[in-house]
């Protein structure tokens, strides 16, 4: 009988992970001792720093899909179903349409996150975002009308995916009003939850006289509590007040609820060991991307490379090697600077980053890569 | 006396590079009850600093840090 591998989300992380079984794994496949199956509720897989440029104008929604048939190898099996229960004991999954259901020996969850501006009263009526498809349209259409007056990117949600993202957008900002010829009209703030620029201190370093030099003001240790969309303010868990003309929102985020119903963890994202990507709670359980609880970002890169990890040891596991791979909590971002320069960190676990002077050539970069990351996704690069 | 604090929710924020232990703090602390009491375990020195400081402005209760020998335990009630 064939060892089932089953991972659930069709995401950066689980699309690279289906795609490097498939190529490692090649042999054991085709001579049907391994099976790989993917299941996902999209039949797109969805870039989603695309959506930052969406919210610029500068690239549309359609941009950041892609069928994932497309991008997976011919090996991997594709479902496109909802898992709706994980039963850790039996090894079984339980899915909306397939009334069976799935069994598994080796299951990995990467089903990402979601944002959640309904944690926070107020946020749905009164802010934009640029984390889903339709925010990033309803952001662009309100930046294109907006000619003056307070914009506010406010950091609400303390984990969120990207972090480099909240200081992209002022940044970007500034410059795409400036070129407009409005940055006199308008005003922008940036909020952050403690009492630096970013989390990182090195980042924060780097970025205080930027944000100075670029004139954006900066609100440090500004948790919203609620935002008052009629009044057009934003109430704060410190007893803080910032009014604003457009409010931009980095919301909570959440994990799927079926981490939490499954028992793998209690907030949606599911507790593992930092190196191995197992998870505390269950015997041959892995999470990687957004859904893993590592100490680094939720960021793409890190569920690419915490896929190449688990991809490694779950090829071992099967052929009966012990595995030695681990995840060291590799993580690289760029970071736009403006509409046409950028910079890029990389850090590990335990490390701060060195920070680059941004330039032409980075922000070409991640233009770049922008269109090569479908070969990531196919687990090429 | 701090042995005997008893967390509700442990924080493990040990090794945390992005976006570090004071923002799993604050992501914890929001979705917890009024009550609630959390350990922050923490290898960041800078922690001792910046998490009194926002707990202070925040209105949260400090109630120990132990030295755990190679990370500290920050013990905070949620008002």
Known sequence: MSERIVIVGGGTGGTVLANRLADKLSREIDDGDVSVTMVTDDVDHVYKPIFLYVAFGEREVADARRPVRELLDRRVDLQIDRVVGIDTDAQHLECQDEPEGIDYDHLVLATGARIAPEATPGLVEGAHDFYTPDGAERLRDALAEFTGGHLVLSVVGAVHMCPAAPLEFVLMADDWFRERGLRDDVDITYTYPIGRAHGIQSIADWATPVLEERDIEVETFFNAEEVDPDEQVIRTLEGTELAYDLLVAIPDHRGDELVKEAGLGDDGWVPVEKRTLEAKEAENVYAIGDTADVPTSKAGSVAHYEAGVVADRLASRVRGQIPTAEFDGKTVCFIESGMDEATFVEFEYGKQPVMRSPSKFIHWSKLAYNESYWLTAKGLL | ?79
């Open chain 2, 1 to 79: 006396m701090s042995e005997e604090i008893q967390a509700d929710v442990v924080v493990d924020s040990r090794g945390a590079t992005c976006p570090g232990p004071l923002m799993d703090l604050i992501g914890k602390i929001k979705t917890a009850d009024s009550g609630t009491v959390l350990e922050l375990q923490t290898e960041d020195r800078g922690s001792k600093k910046d998490v009194p400081e926002w707990l202070d402005k925040a209105g949260h209760e400090l109630l120990d840090v132990v030295d755990q020998g190679d990370y500290w335990s920050l013990y905070v009630r949620k008002s």
